[in-house]
């Protein structure tokens, strides 16, 4: 559910009524314009809409009790769902714009709908509008504050305060939530998002036992080329996202990374805007500077106030010695076919324990494959000779010797050509691999369970993973060429 436009009018008897605050929602207003086509029909100037809303509430001009477009007995008014008759630039129907009056205030918002407006659909079914009254029952709460009666004064302090409010809770025209009820006059920011309420039309509410989830995930890259000549390169790109699952309002939380003793500081570690204090040390290592030893070694403290939502907490890169699965890869044409060999060793200091792991050996720009008479050490060999590719289901584990090989002869036959990849050519190719280690990062970084703070009363379980994948892991052919980059990896 996302916002066109949001209006705060003042009415009160004895003043000029006038648009106190109003917001338009760039990105919003262009997804109504493709979804409407030739029906679109534009939000017009704050004064057109205040005049066209005071009419259709019947607290326009005192002298004409009557209005045709509003009174007619063939008019079926829905309020709050109102109909606003624009006659510039482009005349149409505004529909539907929700409207609450209470107080000094009249506040009015235009919710994007995604459906079809003709025929009109029931109100009860379009949930945008049930979102919509939602929010603007909440933003009238938190201006009148909890006070008996309005006061004037607090409700100015808490209109200055509604751009920074909107962006806390509608960001870009879309909700997350409604401002802390009755929040004090005084306060310079709104109240951060974690210590909020779960809003009405949050679906999938949780209930039960309160948890607060943890993941650490991090995803190693690896350019190896087997040749003396060539450098190989890898680095490591670690993220730490969260859930909080908490009934009502959500509790304060410390989150504490930490790393063996002998492990290299994190670097370039960059934050979620939720985190309310950090020590600056942490955020100074960086990739790209030569690492002194001197760098932030941990344990690096996280406190925030969480989003309603899964989030990531942080980011970071670390610099491991050596990348988890060594590879040799030999390519060699021989009259008309190719011979094979891949090696691939596990590193002592990695968990021999996968979820997946996988080689894939490509043949690119070569007519189909033909006879294939490959044998692997360990695991199973599949053939698709309709995608040129040999896929290598190593499994689980590596054997005791942490070590398996691949090798045999291919041939090509026939004109019709495989698929293609302009980097290889002749006997340029590679080896990609692509697995998975649970419980195991390479930075050694972790979070233990009794490290997360919870400053709630609820005791929430606290639930801690991790786990190591692959991305763009390649081993390329050491008999052929192969791209090189004499630069740092970037993930």
């Not at 995604?114 to 201006?143: C, D, I, N």
């Not at 890869?329 to 590193?347: G, I, P, S, W």
Request: proline residues 8%; glycine residues 8%.
């Amino acid at each position: 559910m996302s916002l066109r436009a949001l209006w705060i009018i003042s009415h009160e008897k004895g003043e000029n009524v006038s648009v106190r605050f109003s917001r338009r929602f760039p990105t919003v207003e262009y997804r109504a314009k493709c979804l409407a086509g030739s029906s679109y029909v534009a939000v017009p100037e704050d004064s057109v809409v205040l005049q066209l809303l005071l009419i259709e509430l019947g607290l326009g001009d005192s002298d004409k009790p009557y209005v045709g477009q509003r009174d007619d007995c063939l008019h079926h008014q829905r309020t709050p769902a109102l109909e606003l008759h624009v006659e510039m630039p482009v005349r149409g129907v505004l529909w539907p714009v929700l409207a609450i009056s209470q107080g000094p205030l009249i506040l009015a918002c235009l919710p994007l709908l995604e459906a079809p407006t003709e025929p009109r659909p029931p109100l009860a079914s379009l949930l945008s509008v049930s979102q919509g009254l939602t929010m603007l029952v909440g933003l009238q709460t938190f201006l009148y504050g909890s006070g008996s009666k309005p006061d004037s004064e607090g409700i100015a302090s808490r209109l200055a305060m509604m751009p920074s409010v909107l962006l806390q809770v509608c960001p870009l025209g879309t909700p997350l939530d409604i401002p802390q009820l009755g929040a004090p006059a005084t306060s310079a920011v709104p109240t951060p998002v974690g210590s909020q309420k779960q809003p009405a039309w949050k679906t999938g509410l949780h209930r039960g036992r309160a948890v607060v989830n943890v993941a650490v995930t991090e995803m190693v890259r690896s350019m190896q080329y087997g040749n003396q000549s060539r450098q190989d390169l890898w680095d490591v790109y670690g993220t730490v996202t969260c859930k909080c699952e908490v009934e009502g309002v959500l509790p304060n939380v410390t989150v504490t990374l930490t790393l063996p003793a002998n492990g290299s500081p994190l670097q370039d570690i960059l934050v979620h805007p939720c985190v309310t204090s950090l020590d600056s040390s942490i955020l100074t290592a960086s990739s790209v500077d030569i690492c002194d030893g001197s760098a932030f070694s941990g344990p690096y403290k996280f406190p925030f106030s969480p989003p309603l939502e899964p989030f990531r907490l942080c980011s970071y890169t670390s610099q491991v010695p050596v990348p988890p699965i060594l590879g040799s890869y030999q390519l060699k044409k021989e009259e008309n076919q190719l011979r094979v060999a891949v090696t691939l060793k596990l590193h002592e200091s990695v968990k021999n324990g996968f979820e997946y792991c996988e080689a894939h050996v490509p043949f690119f720009n070569r007519s189909q494959m033909g006879s294939v008479d490959v044998k692997v050490s360990s695991g199973q060999l599949e053939v698709s000779k309709e995608k040129n590719l040999l896929v290598w289901v190593i499994g689980q584990k590596f054997p005791k010797s942490r070590e398996v090989s691949m090798g045999g002869s291919i041939s090509f036959t026939g004109q019709i050509p495989g698929p293609t990849q302009p980097l290889c050519t002749e006997l340029t190719a590679y080896v990609k691999l692509y697995f998975k280690v649970p419980d195991l990062t390479l930075s050694g970084c972790c979070v233990d369970q009794h490290s997360v703070q919870v400053y709630s009363s609820a005791k929430p379980r606290i639930v801690t993973s991790r786990e190591l994948q692959s991305k763009d892991y390649f081993i390329w052919n050491s008999t052929g060429t192969a791209p090189v980059s004499s630069g740092h990896m970037m993930l």
